[in-house]
């Protein structure tokens, strides 16, 4: 059995049987393929691979410099593959189970002020070459930071989930999970007139002989829809125009300002967890930890009591006694 076949069949099971994201596929089938492409320069093949092969491979990712996010990502990929491929019964064993990955640090996410996002936001109804792309722009961003969706939920939202001026909006998550998420009143005047824009857009091309497009924010491309590296594009240039710091601009970031700001305002972890479709509270517990962050530099950097060096207090007698 060739190697490529090991491959597509680990991704179609993947596909059919844990409902596996697109993006999840693409990401197993590169770090696959380049396993692979180490095998093959040593003249082995998935089906005689030792664990000693796969802690070699690790060795050589390190040598590369890869981060031990990557490479703990490759690792998952490959021990995943084996476990796919004992149940087929293509292997007795699994060379990777007892290999641990790469420790990694906790990093706490970054994220933007309100103020930041303000900025944002005004930037997005300012930028455009025309009308229409101007209220498109203003519906992605809030679109996003109402509800807090993964780039690649907002750009491929179906435009019937959007009909009829929603409350909630019906998002088809990691899996195939959907949920609801409600929308702030802003979000909802934002999504108002792009229909109005995009309809008309549609009407146009109808009466030209084209296909109707059935994605909220359509595109010429291969896909449909606008693409996750327009958005991202689209989203930095927001960042110059709002004088916000490009670095600091990504549209996991909108994601994570939607949970830190929630969170600061009240709101509880379970809730949040629900909105950004977390398969477990653990994984959203990481903002309590952002908060604390930021709560603490405030006090940090703006109580009197911490500026150093410290003012002298009324009536504090010195060393001196004076």
Known sequence: MSERHWISAFLEAQAAELGAARNTLLAYGRDLTDFDAWLSNRSLGFAGVTKADVEGYLVHCDAQGLSPATRARRLSAIKQLYRFAFEEGWREDNPAV????PGQGKRLPQTLSEAEVDRLLEAARCSGRNPVERDRNTCLMELLYATGMRVSELVSLPVSAARGDPR?????????KERMVPLSAPAREALSAWLKR????????KSKGLPASRHLFPSHGAQGYLTRHRFYLLI????????VAPSKVTPHKLRHAFATHLLANGADLRSIQ?????ADVATTEIYTHVLEARLSDLVLNHHPLSEKPRRKLPGKISSDGQ
Not at 98 to 101: F, L, M
Request: cysteine-free; hydrophobic content about 40%; aromatic content about 2%.
């Open 98 to 101: 007892q290999i641990a990955g």
């Open 168 to 176: 909630m909006l019906l998002i088809s998550g990691k899996g195939g």
């Open 274 to 278: 629900t909105l950004l479709g977390h």
């Open 198 to 205: 995009r309809d008309t857009a549609e009407a146009e091309k």
């Open 236 to 243: 930095k240039e927001f960042a110059v125009a709002g004088g």
